[in-house]
């Protein structure tokens, strides 16, 4: 029999893995593998940390309407605006054990803009050497099964392309951890007459400024959070706003801003747009418009993967995927962090990460793939009967689900000062819409949230 050394063992749990993205989740995974005994490639598309934080302030070579070019690459990754600041308070926002501190001579506001964050994630990948793990500027063109493989385990070709040499490498990776957003690329509704309208038709993923909508009458389509954000800024300089919803029944915060503003006016969803510039709402009434602003949404897309048809986007429904992160037929060497929405992401990612990890160490084992597949589809089934539209697949929602989805990992339960701040705030929103960043009382859970460990026990 032959014996095998700790160190040997140890290098044979030791997996090469490619983490492609260097936001919030693929940071929060590089740490973790790197944790585990992995060696660790990120490539990132852009010259910095951050991913979706990152602001890029020049869209001009963007397509409006975010329409991508034959190779499936955008040319700009970062969807966010200017004036954006958060919209959950920076205490619930942080990894585990990285609490997202206010500091002195920096933006210490509890909503504070988007630029706060991304220098929390890079405060982040300096404090763990993440970013000496990280290539800039590297864009992966291809994913895909290594062919002619005798060994069992899968291995995975990773082409990638330096944006500034054009130089391409191809290289094998034991697994790869696809962190790449899913704020990027534009989803757009169909209406009738908008492939012949004549004026300007823009998706939200390139605003930036309200300057250009200057004296201009613009139709917001889409009334989420960032659809009544910037709804609001183009108040300032736009000669009317015309919110189209595709529900009226709205949250007394957006109606007390509509009584505000008597340029501001809310419709039901668009039934179709005319040559002549009008825009028809579908309860007949209509307003000549300038532009089109939609502020309608983000779709999963992974044109990079040749998965054969084992992981596949329909409708915005990224599957099969086990607990939204491992394809049942590729797993564990391919794995996806970051799909989830609608939940409180950083604790999230970290606990998706550690899982990730651990079972690419052998630490801990996924079921079969049958039971995975199986799984998913109660999953769909359960959604299905809920009515949850298709696209709406990864909107969580669900603290327990949280919890849950911890438990495979032995990573704590989000704390329950975590969860009421965070309900605190999106009922604060509900009701004030232009005040809740910086008008709020939930003082005693702020409080309780600053003297928990999460705080308490970090030292900067």
């Not at 659809?227 to 007390?256: N, R, Y």
């Amino acid at each position: 029999m032959v014996s095998v050394t700790s160190s040997e063992a140890s290098r044979s749990r030791s997996k090469k893995v490619c983490v492609i993205g260097a936001g919030p989740s693929g940071l929060v995974s590089a740490r973790e593998l790197r944790k585990e005994g992995h060696k660790v490639v990120v490539m990132e598309q852009n010259d910095d940390v951050g991913g979706q934080w990152l602001y890029q302030p020049n869209v001009e070579e963007e397509d409006p309407l975010g329409s991508v070019p034959t190779n499936g690459a955008l040319k700009v990754h970062s969807s966010i605006y200017s004036s954006l600041r958060l919209t959950s308070p920076r205490e619930i926002m942080g990894y585990s054990d990285f609490p997202f501190l206010a500091k002195k001579g920096r933006d210490m506001r509890r909503f504070p803009g988007h630029k706060e964050l991304w220098l929390y994630l890079k405060d982040f990948s300096e404090a763990f050497g993440v970013r000496e793990m990280i290539r800039f500027n590297v864009r992966v063109e291809f994913v895909g099964e290594e062919e002619k493989n005798e060994d069992v385990r899968k291995r995975w070709i990773v082409r990638s392309r330096e944006k500034l040499s054009g130089k391409v490498m191809e290289e094998i990776f034991d697994a790869v951890v696809v962190a790449t957003g899913h704020y990027s690329h534009p989803r757009l509704p169909s209406i009738k007459g908008m492939d012949s309208w004549k004026r300007k038709q823009v998706h939200s993923h390139v605003y930036r400024v309200p300057d250009p909508f200057r004296h201009e009458v613009v139709v917001v389509v889409g009334s989420s959070m960032s659809g009544q954000d910037i709804s609001i800024e183009l108040l300032e300089v736009a000669k009317e706003v015309h919110l189209s919803a595709k529900s009226l029944d709205i949250s007394s915060g957006l109606s007390k801003v509509i009584s505000k503003y008597p340029n501001l006016h809310l419709h039901p969803q668009i039934e179709c747009l005319k040559d002549d510039g009008r825009v028809i709402f579908a309860d007949g009434s209509w307003v000549v418009a300038d532009t089109i602003l939609y502020c309608t949404g983000y779709s999963y897309k992974f044109p990079f993967l040749e998965s054969k048809g084992r992981v596949e986007v329909d409708d915005d429904r990224v599957g099969p995927l086990f607990e939204h992160t491992f394809p049942p037929s590729l797993s564990p060497s391919l794995s996806f962090v970051g799909i989830p929405r609608k939940l409180i992401g950083f604790p999230f990612f970290e606990a998706q990460a550690k899982w990730i990890a651990q079972v690419l160490s052998g630490k801990l084992s996924l079921p079969s793939s049958n039971q995975m597949l199986q799984s998913v589809a109660e999953f769909y089934r359960s959604r299905d009967l809920a009515g949850v539209p298709k696209h709406n697949t990864h909107d969580i929602a669900d603290f327990t689900y949280c919890d849950k989805y911890a438990d495979y990992v032995g990573f704590p339960h989000l704390e329950e000062w975590r969860k009421l701040l965070c309900l605190s705030a999106l009922e604060n929103s509900q009701e004030n819409l232009e005040t809740y960043r910086d008008s709020w009382d939930d003082q005693e859970l702020l409080q309780e949230a600053m003297q928990s460990s999460h705080f308490t026990n970090f030292n900067y």
